[in-house]
């Protein structure tokens, strides 16, 4: 079992900059990819970023720009710097786990319990 705790969220005004950071802890090995996503009420998860064990990243179009994420393998974390802030930012914002132990096993995925950001307009 993967936990992951995010925190960083907080009100921010529009234009401003917050910084999310999520642990990974207890079954750490083979973890293939970290990312964030972020659900607004009455809406679907999305995908905001990701970075895969070998660095590569990628991002929703919407957030091209502004937000970067990043990694540190030492601590298992993953960090979201959040630049340029919108109104339409505002969600809850979860971390995200996929770890793959064995082919014939298939992906294991696994959530943190969520961060609040809002941003005010």
């Known amino acids: 079992q993967v936990h992951l705790v995010e925190s960083g969220g907080g009100l921010v005004q529009a234009g401003g900059s917050l910084r999310l950071s999520c642990v990974a802890s207890g079954s750490i090995s083979s973890i293939k990819a970290m990312g964030w996503y972020r659900q607004a009420p009455g809406k679907q998860r999305e995908l905001v970023a990701g970075?895969?064990?070998?660095?590569?990243?990628n991002y929703a179009d919407s957030v091209k720009g502004r937000f970067t994420i990043s990694r540190d393998t030492t601590k298992n974390t993953v960090y979201l710097q959040m630049n340029s802030l919108k109104p339409e930012d505002t969600a809850d914002y979860y971390c995200n786990v996929v770890r793959l132990v064995l082919l014939t096993t298939g992906p294991e995925t696994y959530w943190g319990q969520g961060t609040q950001v809002t941003v005010s307009s």
């Open positions: 970075i895969t064990s070998g660095g590569s990243t």
